[in-house]
């Protein structure tokens, strides 16, 4: 198991009342997704604690509407959470999936904004991940509302303990397909409803007879998935994919069927994928000995993965393959394979470095005969402004380099 990851989920309850917001607003509601604009830093009591990355994403915490501030949730160096701010400017909805419309339809519905709710689960599209389920909620929701707009009526209240069981018992399939938060918040509303329905709060002794799930625990491991969720984002939003795939996982270990955090799984799993389909691709460049196609696609991938610690070797390699390709510096092995001078040697390989690379990049050393690169320095001299006996000695550089390929094979740099 992840050994920085715990530490953190032991440290946090701090946040588990924001983590489960019970207003729900237009504009960036807490609980909702949104996304930098632009690169921005992010605060906490006036102390930048990290530059978050165009495109990032966060859950919002809470809404500051004097300072035009959002407040999410990010994990520091010491692994303690913390509420870092971002202007409201900086930030745009993210576009939601389904699983967060469906969430924010059951806090709707805590919140006792039925007609809302509806709307937000009929948007939901039946071919989705959460289509399912949005039915499944929306058509024990009309039943719950049916029944309770006849429940203060004589004779009603068996009717409606048919429909608050039909309720209670999806609860305890959402509790139990890994949905700890979702089952929390349906529980709620389904309680609100139901005190809506009664005008005033049922007894204790009324609501014991229905399913009930375990809400603390459920609460509480909610509570630990939704911050591995923004641990993962972090890592995400940082391209720290190997650290995004641990935290993803281990909050999936606790909330197995959380959806928002199935789908974040899933693209850092694709995009791991098209990192690895990139190294593969860039060994084969490499075999082929193209190293520069080889290092430029490395480059794109280090940017992706920058913690990627294979990445980043293998960038260094390539470099230090590509010199040694294109321009091998003068060496024993150099000097021996073409019996040239090494200090003519040397100035011949400086001028070629200087002058020839200028305009354009030039093919590895072996593919050119000593007399094919002759021909080209000699065509080349003009554009190069070459005088007295430089094109000699960037030519007798150019054989000795092609001899000792020739002879002593590719330099090796791994
Ligand atoms: C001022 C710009 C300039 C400089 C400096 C220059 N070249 Fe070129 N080079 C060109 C251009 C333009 C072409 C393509 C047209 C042609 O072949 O004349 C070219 C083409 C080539 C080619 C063939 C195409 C290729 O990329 O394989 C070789 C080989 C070459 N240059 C070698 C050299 C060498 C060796 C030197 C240094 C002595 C050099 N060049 C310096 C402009 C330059």
């Known amino acids: 198991m992840n050994t920085h990851f715990t530490p953190l989920l032991k440290t946090l309850p701090i946040l588990a009342t924001l983590l489960f917001p019970s207003v729900v607003r237009a504009e960036f ?6 996304r930098l604009r632009r690169e921005e830093p992010l605060k906490f009591k006036g102390k930048v604690y990290q530059t978050g990355t165009r495109g990032q994403e966060f859950t919002v915490l809470k809404v500051n509407e ?48 039925v007609e809302e709710a509806s709307k937000t689960l009929d948007k939901i599209k039946p071919e989705t991940a959460s289509g399912d ?78 399913p009930s799930i375990d809400k603390a625990d459920l609460r509480t491991k909610a509570t630990k998935s939704t911050l591995g969720l923004a641990l993962a984002r972090q890592f995400y939003g940082l391209s720290k994919l190997t650290e995004a795939t641990q935290a993803v996982d281990e909050a999936l270990l606790i909330e197995p069927g959380r959806g928002d955090l199935k789908i974040l799984a899933s693209r850092i799993r694709e995009e791991g994928d098209e990192v690895g389909k990139k190294i593969s691709m860039v060994q084969q460049l490499r075999t082929a000995r ?94 190069a402004k070459l005088k007295g006996n430089q094109e000699t000695l960037i030519s007798e550089y150019l054989a000795a380099a092609r001899s000792d390929f020739s002879k002593n094979g590719p330099r090796k740099f791994d």
């Open 133 to 210: 389920l949005a039915r499944r909620i929306r058509t024990e929701l009309n039943k719950l509302v049916t029944a309770g707009r006849d429940a203060r009526k004589p004779g009603a209240l068996p009717a409606y303990s048919e429909a608050f069981t039909r309720w209670k018992n999806m609860v305890k399939e959402v509790a139990n397909d890994g949905c700890y938060g979702l089952a929390v918040v349906l529980d709620e509303a389904g309680e609100a409803l139901t005190a809506r329905a009664f005008g005033t709060k049922p007894p204790e002794a009324y609501l014991k007879q229905f």
């Open 290 to 383: 193209d190293f520069s196609r080889a290092l430029d696609i490395t480059s794109r991938a280090v940017k992706l993965a920058p913690s990627n610690t294979e990445l980043a070797a293998l960038k260094d390699t390539l470099a230090k393959e590509l010199e040694g390709a294109i321009t091998p510096a003068p060496d024993d092995r150099m000097v021996s394979a073409s019996g040239a001078d090494i200090k003519r040697l040397t100035e011949g390989w400086e001028l070629y470095k200087s002058r020839c690379f200028e305009c354009h990049d030039l093919d590895n050393v072996e593919k050119r005969t000593a007399d094919g690169w002759a021909g080209y320095v000699r065509k080349m001299a003009g554009k």
């Open 29 to 34: 509601a807490p609980g909702e997704v949104v």
């Open 66 to 113: 004097t300072e035009h501030a959002a407040y999410v949730p990010f994990v520091t160096e010491d692994r303690q959470l913390i509420a870092v701010t971002i202007p409201e400017a900086a930030l745009e909805k993210s576009p939601r999936i389904a699983w967060e419309d469906l969430v924010l339809a059951a806090e709707m519905l805590r919140a006792g904004k």
